[in-house]
Nanobody
Framework: QVQLVESGGGLVQAGGSLRLSCAASGRTLSSYAMGWFRQAPGKEREFVAGISRSDSSTTYTDSVKGRFTISRDNAKNTVYLQMNSLKPGDTAVYYC?????????????????WGQGTQVTVSS
C-alpha cells in the first residue's frame, strides 16, 4: 500500500507560480511511475504530467508544456509539480497518482494509488 498526500495548492493571480508536492508513505516511491492529474468542476479528470521511475522520462499535456515541470526526489519519497505562468484555466483540484506498470501515463485507471487532491485557484 502507498499513501499519497498532496500539498502546496492555494490561490494565486494569473501569471503566478505554485509548486505542488506529493509525499508518499508506506512503500518506496522509486518503484512507481508517477502522474499528476487535475479535475475542474463539472469536468472529467485530466492528465497533466507524468514521470518515469528513474526520472529519465517526462510527458505533459499540451496545454501545460513549457509552463509546468514534473520532478521527483526518490530519496525524499516526493514528487513535485512546478507550475509557472498560471492561467485561470488551470483552476482545478490537482491529484498525484502512482502506478507500478509505468506504461501508460495518460489514463487514470492505469494508476494504482491516488492522493486526496489539493485545490489550485488562479484568479484573473
Amino acid at each position: 500500500q502507498v499513501q499519497l498526500v498532496e500539498s502546496g495548492g492555494g490561490l494565486v493571480q494569473a501569471g503566478g507560480s505554485l509548486r505542488l508536492s506529493c509525499a508518499a508513505s508506506g512503500r518506496t516511491l522509486s518503484s512507481y511511475a508517477m502522474g499528476w492529474f487535475r479535475q475542474a468542476p463539472g469536468k472529467e479528470r485530466e492528465f497533466v504530467a507524468g514521470i518515469s521511475r528513474s526520472d529519465s522520462s517526462t510527458t505533459y499535456t499540451d496545454s501545460v508544456k513549457g509552463r509546468f515541470t514534473i520532478s521527483r526526489d526518490n530519496a525524499k519519497n516526493t514528487v513535485y509539480l512546478q507550475m509557472n505562468s498560471l492561467k485561470p484555466g488551470d483552476t482545478a483540484v490537482y491529484y498525484c497518482a502512482a502506478q507500478l506498470n509505468g506504461l501508460t501515463y495518460r489514463v487514470p485507471n492505469q494508476y494504482d494509488y491516488w492522493g486526496q487532491g489539493t485545490q489550485v485557484t488562479v484568479s484573473s
